[in-house]
Structures are given as C-alpha cells and as structure tokens.
C-alpha cells in the first residue's frame, strides 16, 4: 500500500469516528480528495486504492491531467472547488461533475446558458464567504438567500448545497453553523465545509461534503519566489 493510499484510509476512518460520534453515518459524507498541484503519479495510488472524488482550484491545471485520467477511469468525478472566471465557463462544464464556486450573478448566468448549450449539467454549490473577507470569493451571508433565488428563478439553476472556506484564525464551527441554517432555510440538503485542518468538526456540524488535500497527499511545494 502506498503512503497516499495509508493517509487516505486514515482520513477516511476520521470521518467514520466523526459521523459516529453524533449519530451519523459515514455513508452520508463525501470525501473530495483535493488534488491541485499533484500531478498523476501522486494521484493514480488514490484511484487505484478504490477512490473516485477529487478536487482541482484551477481550470487550467485541470485541463492538463483529468481528461486523460477520466478517460482510464471513467468512474472519476472531478470537483471544482476554486474560484471560478466567466472566461473558463465552457471548460469548466465540459470537465468539471460539480461546480462549488457559484458566488455572482454574470457566473450564474453564463453557467446556466453553457451548461444548456452542452447539455451538461454538473452539479452547483453557491459559495458563501462567511466570514466576509475581502480576499475571498462567495456572497456575503446576508445576501445569500437573494442569490439563491436569482439562481433558481431568473436563471433557471438548481443549486444542490453551499459551500464555505473560514477564515483560518476563527473557530470554524461558528462558520459551519451559519453555511448549515443557510441552507436548511433554502432548503438545500449538501454543505460542503471542512479542509484538511478541520473536517472533523465540518462532519460534526452536518457537513455532505469535506475536501481534504494535504492529510492525503502530504504538503504541497510552495511555487517557486
């Protein structure tokens, strides 16, 4: 067994114990395998030791080592889970099984005309910011629920959960709490929260979904100065 492979197991018994520990089922949680910056040499010892969900940031980087890797393995689903730009809208849909970036009207409207064009249709996460920070993408909590709707009913999606990133120096169960009532008042049913630092708690709170890179595939190399 490779050292991906044992990380993976680990990471996905934490997720057992944590499901466990408030009456859930491990059955109920994905878990995206964060890939970006790896290339397929690090990632075919996660697909060959049976898992199929992975999670890329960058369109372009994407497009360089998941067509051909879908093509082996067809099973795949591939998860964007990094800012989207209105320019990369027909790649994403074209490559991506599910968009977690959804955060503006002009992306909302692009995707709901590209992914009728292609007759592709990924599954979508509104991005919340929850704790509002200027660096990052997703709508405020507060508008939230509008652009919920305007997604719906202006642009004829259909929105499965939301998506949130914490800031890293606050308590992330505040945050998780917030995405879950966000939610349960839109009536979407997946919250995709909690990264390699934190998953445990995401589970705990309700999360669907926790996208987990470095407890995987071990820290990233910094891009070069």
């Known amino acids: ?14 997720i057992g114990a944590s499901a ?3 009456g859930r089922s491990a059955d109920q949680i994905t878990l995206i395998a964060v890939s970006k910056t790896f290339g397929p040499d690090r990632i075919v010892p996660i697909i060959e030791a049976g898992h199929q969900v992975f999670g890329e940031n960058r369109v372009q980087e994407s497009q360089g080592k998941w067509p051909q890797l879908k093509a082996k393995f067809p099973d ?8 989207l730009q ?50 990052k993408a997703g709508v405020a909590p507060g508008d939230a629920d509008a652009f919920i709707a305007y997604c719906r009913e202006d642009c004829g999606l259909a929105p499965v959960g939301l998506m949130c990133i914490p800031p890293f120096d606050e308590e992330p169960s505040l945050h998780f709490a ?17 990264m390699s630092s934190d998953f445990e708690t995401a589970v705990e709170f309700g999360a669907t979904h926790v996208r987990v890179g470095s407890a995987i595939f071990g820290a990233r190399t910094p891009p070069p100065a």
Do not use: Y
């Open 178 to 194: 917030l995405l879950a009532k966000i939610a349960a008042r839109n009536g979407l049913a997946a919250l995709s929260m909690g």
């Open 86 to 135: 209105s320019n990369k809208v027909r790649d994403a849909v074209e490559l991506f099984d599910c968009i977690q970036t959804v955060d503006r009207p002009k992306l909302a409207r692009a995707l709901a005309q590209e992914m009728a064009r292609q007759d592709r249709w990924p599954d979508l996460f509104v991005q919340v910011n929850t704790g509002e920070e200027d660096q």
């Open 76 to 83: 795949l689903k591939l998860h964007l889970i990094g800012p």
């Open 20 to 22: 466990q520990a408030v």
């Open 1 to 14: 067994m490779s050292e991906q492979s044992e990380a993976l197991q680990q990471v996905v018994g934490r």
